[in-house]
């Protein structure tokens, strides 16, 4: 089959959280792999929390646009959360952004690029 000559569209909510967000932008700091079953499909995420935050929220995208992003933590994360649902030897790359006091999303942080690992050798 040919490559596609142009890029999907896909929705942009990376695009938008960075056109209209508010305030400055989180960091994710690293991502490390489960102690148990580490089979690529989960990962904890660690990030920088934002002081005054109502919640901090995970996307996950394979493009480092953000088309096509995913929010993978509909009711909000924490540093060091197990995030679930990924896909191993892809390419991904993941956001974090808030919500402040007044509930304004801010930008998004910078794109945090990385391929998990099937390592899940009892299967």
Do not use: C
């Not at 695009?15 to 690293?30: L, P």
């Not at 995208?61 to 540093?79: F, L, W």
């Amino acid at each position: 089959m040919p490559l596609p000559i142009d890029l999907p569209e896909l929705p942009n909510p990376i695009k938008d959280m960075e056109r209209d967000g508010v305030g400055a932008a989180a960091a994710i700091t690293k991502l490390i792999p489960p102690e148990r079953e580490a089979d690529g499909t989960r990962v904890q995420v660690q990030f920088k929390p934002v002081d005054g935050a109502k919640a901090h929220y995970l996307w996950v995208g394979a493009y480092p646009d953000g088309r096509g992003a995913v929010n993978m933590t509909p009711t909000g994360a924490t540093s060091g959360m197990l995030v679930s649902g990924l896909r191993p030897a892809i390419k991904l790359y993941y956001f974090v952004v808030y919500q402040d006091a007044q509930g304004k999303t801010s930008k998004p942080s910078p794109a945090f690029e990385a391929v998990l690992k099937d390592e899940f050798k009892e299967k």
